[in-house]
């Protein structure tokens, strides 16, 4: 799961400070969660998965699927 958000941020070239910027936290804290070293929060993966347009299964490395979920909202 990790490396997904590193390499998707990469993929943006977006540094570790512009990423955090964007979650309204420190580059520290988000480093810690590339790392592994804090596990990352439910409102966290919201918004990375958002951002990346992905789905958070893809970001805990569940599907290989990039591309997110159709939402089905006539339920």
């Known amino acids: 799961m990790y490396s997904r958000i590193r390499d998707l941020r990469e993929d943006k070239d977006l ?3 512009q990423i955090a910027s ?3 936290m ?4 988000y480093s810690k969660y ?8 439910t409102a966290v993966l919201i918004r990375l998965s958002r951002y990346y347009d992905t789905s958070i299964d893809y970001l805990l490395g569940e599907t ?3 591309k997110p979920y159709l939402k089905n909202y006539n339920k």
């Not at 420190?26 to 804290?29: A, C, H, I, K, P």
């Not at 590339?34 to 929060?41: R, V």
């Open 15 to 17: 540094t570790q400070k």
């Open 22 to 24: 964007i979650l309204k």
């Open 26 to 29: 420190s580059q520290t804290g």
């Open 34 to 41: 590339e790392t592994g070293e804090n596990d990352i929060p």
């Open 64 to 66: 290989d699927e990039i």
